[in-house]
């Protein structure tokens, strides 16, 4: 069996990325706010879908609530900047990935 490689790419991330599906309310600071479905979300960035297709370093506050497994929940309000906008592919619309 042949030994593993070391991947192609280098991984950037800081800490490790959880699946979150949950709306996430976007405000942009032209003041144009809409609501997105979440992808995934890590301690310094999140991943969402949207019909907008935001431009890299765009300023935004993103508001979503994170549940925990003894059914209370945390809402956070936090300042995000655009790392990355794609087209979303077969679901439509755009994949926006924001920094804390």
Avoid: W
Wanted: with cysteine; proline share 8%.
């Amino acid at each position: 069996m042949p030994l593993p490689t070391a991947p192609l790419v280098p991984e950037r991330r800081i800490s490790s990325r959880h699946y979150y599906h949950g709306p996430i309310a976007v405000r942009l600071r032209s003041g144009l706010a809409f609501v997105a479905s979440g992808i995934d979300v890590s301690a310094s960035g999140l991943a969402f879908r949207c019909d907008e297709n935001l431009p890299p370093d765009a300023h935004c506050e993103v508001h979503f609530s994170l549940p925990f497994a003894n059914g209370n929940t945390h809402s956070f309000t936090l300042h995000a900047v655009v790392v990355y906008t794609a087209l979303a592919g077969e679901v439509g619309g755009f994949k926006v990935a924001v920094h804390f």
